[in-house]
Protein backbone atom coordinates (compact mmCIF):
# COMPACT_ATOMS: atom_id res chain seq x y z
CA UNK A 1 0.00 0.00 0.00
CA UNK A 2 1.23 3.18 -1.08
CA UNK A 3 1.23 6.10 1.72
CA UNK A 4 -1.21 8.69 0.60
CA UNK A 5 1.23 11.45 1.92
CA UNK A 6 4.61 11.85 2.06
CA UNK A 7 6.26 11.85 6.08
CA UNK A 8 6.73 15.63 5.94
CA UNK A 9 2.63 16.28 5.26
CA UNK A 10 1.41 18.39 8.43
CA UNK A 11 -1.15 16.04 8.66
CA UNK A 12 0.65 13.20 8.37
CA UNK A 13 3.72 14.58 10.72
CA UNK A 14 0.82 15.23 13.40
CA UNK A 15 -0.24 11.35 13.51
CA UNK A 16 3.28 10.36 14.17
CA UNK A 17 4.69 13.10 16.30
CA UNK A 18 3.09 11.44 19.50
CA UNK A 19 5.42 8.22 18.26
CA UNK A 20 8.40 10.82 18.03
CA UNK A 21 7.95 12.31 21.05
CA UNK A 22 8.03 8.88 23.22
CA UNK A 23 11.10 8.27 21.24
CA UNK A 24 13.13 11.68 21.91
CA UNK A 25 11.43 10.24 25.58
CA UNK A 26 13.41 6.65 25.72
CA UNK A 27 16.56 8.31 24.28
CA UNK A 28 16.62 11.06 27.26
CA UNK A 29 15.92 8.14 29.70
CA UNK A 30 18.64 5.79 28.35
CA UNK A 31 21.16 8.69 28.19
CA UNK A 32 20.14 9.70 31.96
CA UNK A 33 20.70 5.54 32.89
CA UNK A 34 23.73 5.59 31.59
CA UNK A 35 25.12 8.74 32.83
CA UNK A 36 24.23 7.27 36.53
CA UNK A 37 25.84 4.05 35.90
CA UNK A 38 29.02 5.68 35.18
CA UNK A 39 29.26 5.45 31.40
CA UNK A 40 30.78 8.03 29.25
CA UNK A 41 28.91 9.12 26.51
CA UNK A 42 31.43 9.38 23.38
CA UNK A 43 30.99 9.67 19.26
CA UNK A 44 32.73 8.12 16.98
CA UNK A 45 33.70 9.14 13.45
CA UNK A 46 31.53 8.14 10.82
CA UNK A 47 34.05 7.83 7.89
CA UNK A 48 36.42 4.65 8.57
CA UNK A 49 39.41 3.08 6.75
CA UNK A 50 37.03 0.33 7.01
CA UNK A 51 33.43 0.05 7.48
CA UNK A 52 33.45 -3.86 9.57
CA UNK A 53 34.77 -6.90 8.42
CA UNK A 54 31.58 -8.81 8.43
CA UNK A 55 30.83 -10.98 5.02
CA UNK A 56 26.74 -10.03 4.90
CA UNK A 57 27.48 -6.43 5.35
CA UNK A 58 27.34 -3.57 2.81
CA UNK A 59 28.56 -0.11 3.40
CA UNK A 60 28.57 3.17 1.67
CA UNK A 61 31.53 4.10 0.08
CA UNK A 62 33.76 7.36 -0.65
CA UNK A 63 36.38 9.16 -0.77
CA UNK A 64 38.72 11.09 1.02
CA UNK A 65 40.64 13.93 -1.24
CA UNK A 66 43.90 15.21 0.44
CA UNK A 67 45.57 19.08 -0.30
CA UNK A 68 47.55 17.10 -3.41
CA UNK A 69 44.10 16.68 -4.74
CA UNK A 70 44.88 12.93 -4.66
CA UNK A 71 42.16 9.98 -3.21
CA UNK A 72 42.00 6.88 -1.09
CA UNK A 73 38.67 5.36 -0.35
CA UNK A 74 36.74 5.57 3.00
CA UNK A 75 33.33 4.20 4.04
CA UNK A 76 30.78 5.37 6.30
CA UNK A 77 30.97 2.53 9.02
CA UNK A 78 28.24 0.09 9.77
CA UNK A 79 28.92 0.21 13.59
CA UNK A 80 30.81 2.27 16.15
CA UNK A 81 32.40 -0.86 17.25
CA UNK A 82 36.31 -0.27 15.68
CA UNK A 83 36.69 2.70 17.25
CA UNK A 84 34.90 2.21 20.57
CA UNK A 85 37.20 -0.67 21.44
CA UNK A 86 39.86 1.89 20.05
CA UNK A 87 38.84 3.96 23.04
CA UNK A 88 39.09 0.89 25.55
CA UNK A 89 42.17 0.56 24.47
CA UNK A 90 42.91 3.80 25.19
CA UNK A 91 41.74 4.12 28.72
CA UNK A 92 38.23 4.27 28.64
CA UNK A 93 36.91 2.00 31.25
CA UNK A 94 32.63 2.30 30.94
CA UNK A 95 31.30 4.30 27.39
CA UNK A 96 28.59 4.51 25.41
CA UNK A 97 27.83 5.58 21.92
CA UNK A 98 24.16 6.72 20.04
CA UNK A 99 25.81 6.08 16.65
CA UNK A 100 24.17 7.37 13.05
CA UNK A 101 25.45 4.15 11.45
CA UNK A 102 24.80 3.20 7.67
CA UNK A 103 24.29 -0.12 5.45
CA UNK A 104 23.44 -0.39 1.98
CA UNK A 105 21.13 -3.05 0.71
CA UNK A 106 19.08 -3.06 3.41
CA UNK A 107 15.55 -1.27 3.68
CA UNK A 108 12.38 -2.43 5.13
CA UNK A 109 9.39 -2.98 8.02
CA UNK A 110 12.73 -3.50 10.31
CA UNK A 111 16.08 -2.28 8.45
CA UNK A 112 16.62 1.28 7.04
CA UNK A 113 19.86 2.41 5.01
CA UNK A 114 20.75 5.01 8.04
CA UNK A 115 19.48 4.35 11.65
CA UNK A 116 20.98 4.53 15.41
CA UNK A 117 22.67 2.04 17.64
CA UNK A 118 23.20 2.10 21.22
CA UNK A 119 26.55 0.55 21.81
CA UNK A 120 28.24 0.33 25.41
CA UNK A 121 30.81 -1.20 26.51
CA UNK A 122 32.68 -2.45 29.77
CA UNK A 123 36.69 -3.10 30.17
CA UNK A 124 36.97 -6.02 33.02
CA UNK A 125 33.55 -6.95 32.97
CA UNK A 126 31.87 -9.78 31.49
CA UNK A 127 29.22 -10.19 28.90
CA UNK A 128 26.62 -11.88 31.73
CA UNK A 129 26.91 -8.24 32.76
CA UNK A 130 25.10 -6.76 29.75
CA UNK A 131 22.09 -9.72 29.64
CA UNK A 132 21.02 -7.58 33.37
CA UNK A 133 22.10 -4.15 31.41
CA UNK A 134 19.37 -5.48 28.58
CA UNK A 135 16.70 -6.12 31.05
CA UNK A 136 17.58 -2.36 32.76
CA UNK A 137 16.93 -0.78 29.45
CA UNK A 138 13.42 -2.75 27.95
CA UNK A 139 11.90 -1.96 31.25
CA UNK A 140 12.68 1.64 30.93
CA UNK A 141 11.92 2.41 27.29
CA UNK A 142 8.65 0.73 27.95
CA UNK A 143 7.96 3.12 31.34
CA UNK A 144 9.24 5.81 29.11
CA UNK A 145 6.68 4.85 25.94
CA UNK A 146 3.55 4.09 28.94
CA UNK A 147 3.06 0.89 28.14
CA UNK A 148 3.47 -2.52 29.59
CA UNK A 149 3.65 -4.61 26.96
CA UNK A 150 6.01 -4.73 23.89
CA UNK A 151 4.74 -5.43 20.50
CA UNK A 152 5.42 -6.13 16.71
CA UNK A 153 2.67 -7.23 14.41
CA UNK A 154 0.38 -9.36 16.33
CA UNK A 155 3.32 -10.71 18.86
CA UNK A 156 3.55 -9.56 22.04
CA UNK A 157 6.45 -9.29 25.15
CA UNK A 158 6.63 -8.28 28.34
CA UNK A 159 9.51 -6.34 29.02
CA UNK A 160 9.60 -6.47 33.06
CA UNK A 161 9.53 -10.39 32.92
CA UNK A 162 12.20 -12.45 33.34
CA UNK A 163 13.97 -12.88 30.21
CA UNK A 164 14.22 -16.38 28.88
CA UNK A 165 18.01 -17.68 28.32
CA UNK A 166 18.53 -20.20 25.57
CA UNK A 167 21.73 -21.84 24.29
CA UNK A 168 21.71 -22.23 20.27
CA UNK A 169 22.41 -25.87 20.40
CA UNK A 170 19.00 -25.90 22.84
CA UNK A 171 17.14 -24.04 20.14
CA UNK A 172 18.16 -26.14 17.26
CA UNK A 173 17.49 -29.33 19.41
CA UNK A 174 13.99 -27.81 19.84
CA UNK A 175 13.59 -28.80 15.91
CA UNK A 176 15.44 -32.02 16.02
CA UNK A 177 18.79 -30.65 15.22
CA UNK A 178 21.85 -31.72 17.28
CA UNK A 179 23.89 -28.20 16.12
CA UNK A 180 27.38 -29.28 17.94
CA UNK A 181 27.66 -32.64 16.73
CA UNK A 182 28.60 -30.73 13.76
CA UNK A 183 31.13 -28.62 15.25
CA UNK A 184 34.68 -29.75 16.12
CA UNK A 185 36.74 -28.54 18.90
CA UNK A 186 38.76 -26.38 17.07
CA UNK A 187 36.35 -24.45 15.98
CA UNK A 188 35.79 -26.10 12.12
CA UNK A 189 32.33 -27.30 11.13
CA UNK A 190 30.69 -30.57 9.08
CA UNK A 191 28.58 -28.95 6.30
CA UNK A 192 27.66 -32.53 5.30
CA UNK A 193 26.28 -33.76 8.70
CA UNK A 194 24.70 -30.25 9.08
CA UNK A 195 22.85 -30.73 5.81
CA UNK A 196 22.08 -34.35 6.20
CA UNK A 197 20.08 -32.74 9.75
CA UNK A 198 18.65 -29.69 7.67
CA UNK A 199 17.16 -31.94 5.32
CA UNK A 200 15.57 -34.33 7.91
CA UNK A 201 13.80 -31.03 9.08
CA UNK A 202 12.26 -30.50 6.38
CA UNK A 203 14.20 -27.72 4.95
CA UNK A 204 16.07 -27.19 1.73
CA UNK A 205 19.77 -28.04 1.33
CA UNK A 206 20.90 -26.62 -2.33
CA UNK A 207 24.10 -28.29 -3.35
CA UNK A 208 26.54 -24.76 -2.60
CA UNK A 209 25.08 -24.17 0.59
CA UNK A 210 28.10 -23.78 3.31
CA UNK A 211 27.53 -24.63 7.07
CA UNK A 212 26.92 -21.19 7.81
CA UNK A 213 24.09 -20.82 4.67
CA UNK A 214 22.46 -24.10 6.62
CA UNK A 215 22.61 -22.61 9.91
CA UNK A 216 21.28 -19.27 8.97
CA UNK A 217 18.44 -21.43 7.34
CA UNK A 218 17.15 -23.35 10.35
CA UNK A 219 18.24 -19.98 12.47
CA UNK A 220 15.43 -17.78 10.17
CA UNK A 221 12.82 -20.03 9.46
CA UNK A 222 12.12 -22.31 12.26
CA UNK A 223 13.96 -20.74 15.63
CA UNK A 224 13.77 -16.50 15.79
CA UNK A 225 10.08 -16.63 14.91
CA UNK A 226 8.74 -17.54 18.25
CA UNK A 227 11.98 -15.97 20.41
CA UNK A 228 11.14 -12.86 22.79
CA UNK A 229 6.73 -14.57 22.48
CA UNK A 230 5.31 -14.04 26.04
CA UNK A 231 8.38 -12.52 27.43
CA UNK A 232 12.75 -11.59 25.92
CA UNK A 233 14.61 -13.87 24.62
CA UNK A 234 18.72 -14.08 25.38
CA UNK A 235 19.72 -16.52 22.62
CA UNK A 236 23.30 -17.07 23.59
CA UNK A 237 26.69 -19.50 22.94
CA UNK A 238 26.96 -19.12 18.99
CA UNK A 239 29.06 -21.12 17.04
CA UNK A 240 32.24 -19.95 17.12
CA UNK A 241 32.10 -19.67 13.36
CA UNK A 242 29.17 -17.69 13.78
CA UNK A 243 30.75 -14.90 16.05
CA UNK A 244 33.50 -13.14 14.52
CA UNK A 245 34.42 -10.84 16.83
CA UNK A 246 33.60 -12.90 20.05
CA UNK A 247 36.02 -14.70 22.23
CA UNK A 248 35.11 -18.77 22.98
CA UNK A 249 33.45 -19.60 26.23
CA UNK A 250 35.66 -21.14 29.03
CA UNK A 251 33.78 -24.35 28.95
CA UNK A 252 33.50 -25.29 26.02
CA UNK A 253 35.76 -23.91 22.52
CA UNK A 254 33.04 -24.83 20.12
CA UNK A 255 31.06 -21.89 21.17
CA UNK A 256 31.29 -18.16 21.66
CA UNK A 257 30.75 -15.43 24.19
CA UNK A 258 28.25 -13.95 21.57
CA UNK A 259 24.22 -13.55 22.51
CA UNK A 260 21.31 -11.49 20.94
CA UNK A 261 18.26 -9.89 22.54
CA UNK A 262 14.80 -10.89 21.28
CA UNK A 263 11.41 -9.46 21.96
CA UNK A 264 8.02 -10.16 19.91
CA UNK A 265 10.24 -12.34 17.16
CA UNK A 266 12.43 -9.12 16.51
CA UNK A 267 16.34 -8.88 16.91
CA UNK A 268 16.99 -6.04 19.15
CA UNK A 269 20.72 -6.55 20.38
CA UNK A 270 23.94 -8.41 19.51
CA UNK A 271 26.53 -9.06 22.59
CA UNK A 272 29.92 -10.31 22.98
CA UNK A 273 32.38 -10.75 25.37
CA UNK A 274 35.35 -9.28 23.27
CA UNK A 275 37.78 -11.12 21.47
CA UNK A 276 40.96 -9.41 22.58
CA UNK A 277 43.83 -11.66 20.37
CA UNK A 278 44.72 -9.41 17.31
CA UNK A 279 46.03 -12.44 15.05
CA UNK A 280 42.89 -14.39 16.01
CA UNK A 281 40.58 -11.66 15.09
CA UNK A 282 42.42 -11.04 11.44
CA UNK A 283 42.69 -14.50 11.13
CA UNK A 284 38.69 -14.15 10.86
CA UNK A 285 38.52 -11.27 9.48
CA UNK A 286 40.22 -12.57 6.16
CA UNK A 287 37.58 -15.61 6.58
CA UNK A 288 34.83 -13.52 6.56
CA UNK A 289 35.90 -11.19 3.79
CA UNK A 290 37.04 -14.06 1.40
CA UNK A 291 33.60 -15.07 2.03
CA UNK A 292 32.37 -11.98 1.25
CA UNK A 293 34.19 -12.03 -2.27
CA UNK A 294 32.96 -15.60 -2.88
CA UNK A 295 29.51 -13.89 -2.44
CA UNK A 296 29.33 -10.46 -3.58
CA UNK A 297 32.63 -10.04 -5.50
CA UNK A 298 34.14 -7.59 -3.40
CA UNK A 299 36.04 -7.18 -0.13
CA UNK A 300 36.47 -4.43 2.39
CA UNK A 301 40.25 -3.59 3.93
CA UNK A 302 41.52 -4.40 7.38
CA UNK A 303 41.83 -1.48 9.71
CA UNK A 304 45.44 -2.13 10.96
CA UNK A 305 44.99 0.96 13.68
CA UNK A 306 41.86 -0.82 14.89
CA UNK A 307 44.07 -4.65 15.20
CA UNK A 308 47.35 -2.75 17.07
CA UNK A 309 44.84 -1.23 19.40
CA UNK A 310 43.15 -4.71 20.03
CA UNK A 311 46.46 -5.65 21.56
CA UNK A 312 46.44 -3.43 24.15
CA UNK A 313 42.75 -3.58 24.72
CA UNK A 314 41.57 -5.00 28.05
CA UNK A 315 39.24 -7.72 28.70
CA UNK A 316 35.71 -6.27 27.92
CA UNK A 317 32.34 -6.89 27.02
CA UNK A 318 30.30 -4.88 24.32
CA UNK A 319 26.54 -4.74 22.89
CA UNK A 320 24.76 -3.58 20.30
CA UNK A 321 21.19 -2.24 20.25
CA UNK A 322 19.00 -0.97 17.44
CA UNK A 323 17.64 2.28 19.39
CA UNK A 324 14.65 2.50 16.28
CA UNK A 325 13.45 -1.05 16.71
CA UNK A 326 13.16 -0.74 20.21
CA UNK A 327 11.04 2.40 19.87
CA UNK A 328 9.23 0.57 17.41
CA UNK A 329 8.26 -2.36 20.06
CA UNK A 330 7.34 -0.04 22.67
CA UNK A 331 4.80 1.95 20.48
CA UNK A 332 3.87 -0.62 18.19
CA UNK A 333 4.70 0.52 14.91
CA UNK A 334 4.78 -1.67 11.88
CA UNK A 335 7.32 0.02 10.17
CA UNK A 336 11.61 1.70 11.27
CA UNK A 337 10.00 4.61 9.49
CA UNK A 338 7.09 5.49 11.73
CA UNK A 339 9.59 6.15 14.35
CA UNK A 340 12.69 8.22 12.21
CA UNK A 341 12.22 12.10 12.57
CA UNK A 342 13.27 12.42 8.65
CA UNK A 343 13.52 8.72 6.46
CA UNK A 344 15.24 8.59 3.69
CA UNK A 345 13.83 9.95 0.88
CA UNK A 346 12.52 7.69 -1.69
CA UNK A 347 9.23 5.66 -0.15
CA UNK A 348 9.06 2.83 1.60
CA UNK A 349 10.24 -0.01 -0.18
Same mark, same amino acid.
Request: with cysteine.
Given at each position: ????? =??????????????L??????T???????????????????????????A??S??????? *????A??????????????????????????????? @?????R??????? @??????????????????? /???????? !????????????????????????????????????D???????????????????????????????????? @?????????? =??????? =???????????? !???????????????F???? /????????????????????? @???????????? *???????? !?F???????????????????????????????????????????
Amino acid at each position: MIDPS =PWWHPDRHADRRPVLMARNRITAALRAHFAAGGFVEVEAACLQVSPGNEAHLSAFATQIL *GSDGAARPLYLHTSPEFACKTLLAAGERRIVSFARV @FRNRERGPLHHPE @FTLLEWYRAGEDYDRLMRD /CAEILALA !AEMAGTRSLTYRGHESDPFAQFERLTLAEGFDRVGIDLLATVAPDGTTDRDGLAAAVTKAGLRVAGDDTWADL @FSRVLVARIE =PGLGTGR =PTILCEYPVSEA !ALARPTARDPRVSERFELYA /CGVELANAFGELTDPTEQRRR @FVLEMDEKERVY *GERYPIDE !AFLDALAVMPEASGIALGLDRLVMLCVGARHIEDVLWTPVTGGRP
